[in-house]
């Protein structure tokens, strides 16, 4: 998929992620990334890249002193600020993290999760990330995926996708 599928990401953005949950598991694999970006903290200045609809970037603001929760989707963005309404420290931006629009040093951290394998160009938002980063800075990185798992995990993981989601575009 292309990050910027503006159609299929706002179609998907108003319940995104009880749909990824039922797909992946949320006590399984939520649970686990929340216990280990608390593990990571304290985060100061945070960049999250593909912000979605604002889970992660509930976890990362007690955790960090700003976070800029950024996603290509409008319809993203609407759910990301209905799920952290009232949590003073997140502000929200329409960017691609392809083609990140801040200037160089910004970020103590920038956050990706459930993300890079969606991208056209990893490398190129991985580049980006870097630049905006401060010295000594950090990028998080998370994907969900089937590593580790047996072929009927698999296989089950993959009908809950399709039920939840339906076929991926082209």
């Known amino acids: 998929m292309r990050e910027p599928d503006e159609a299929n990401w ?4 108003p319940t995104y992620h009880q749909d990824t949950f039922t797909v992946v598991g949320k006590t399984a694999v939520h649970e686990a990334l929340v216990r280990r970006l608390k593990a990571e903290a304290p985060f100061g200045e945070v960049l999250e890249c593909g912000c979605g609809t604002g ?11 700003r976070v800029t929760a950024a996603d290509c989707t409008e319809a993203m963005l609407d759910a990301a600020a209905t799920t952290l309404r009232g949590v003073p ?7 691609s993290c392809e083609a990140l629009p801040h200037r160089e040093g910004v970020f103590d951290t920038v956050v990706m999760i459930n993300l890079i ?3 056209e160009n990893p490398e190129t938002a991985l580049a980006g990330a870097h630049r905006v980063l401060k010295t000594g800075g ?4 998370a994907s969900y995926t089937a590593c580790g798992m047996r072929i009927i995990e698999q296989l089950q993981l993959g009908l809950r996708y399709l039920r ?5 575009p082209r």
């Open 164 to 168: 939840a989601f339906g076929l991926p």
């Open 10 to 13: 706002s179609r998907a953005a």
């Open 117 to 119: 394998h969606l991208l």
């Open 55 to 65: 889970v992660y970037s509930a976890v990362l603001a007690p955790l960090g002193n």
């Open 89 to 95: 420290n997140v502000g929200f931006e329409q960017a």
């Open 138 to 141: 950090r990028i998080i990185l």
